[in-house]
């Protein structure tokens, strides 16, 4: 069955067709979620979320192309950056009261830091950085700007990261 098909399947409740749709989609959906997501469970929160959508806005949907894959990825996409909002709010609320004194000092200090780590970077890892961590493109479309594989781009910004939290969360800091 083509996708159009299925899609007006699962608009009627057709849980055969959503699966259909699922097996079809789910690896290549999740192998995109990798390159938005750090972990595991950010992963599979993110597929899931996806395939719900997909559930929920199949009475609505209308495709421009004969594949649903550009929607999933879309919508792919703005569940992993919607996560990542709510994980900066909920690390700025974790934030100890200490730092968010009204004159700034120890969040700018610790701010200080984090300038450091960034600016300490290779020329790549720094546009890296910019780019997805700091602009929220995907890996993707950060690999395609800067002329590299979505797994160098990667397995940068998992290094990044990890050099910016030590950076942060470093004793003698």
Known sequence: MSDADLIKRAATGS?????????????????YAWALAPSRMDVEEIVQDTFVTLWKKSNGLTLPTDSLLPWLLVVCRNHAANQRRKLALAAADALPDDLVAPDGTEAREMLRFVREAIDALSPDDRAICELCLIEGLSYREAADRLGMTVGAVTKRVSRTRSRLRKAVTHDEH
């Open 15 to 31: 849980r055969q067709a959503l699966s259909a749709l699922f097996d079809r989609y789910a690896t290549t959906v999740t192998r």
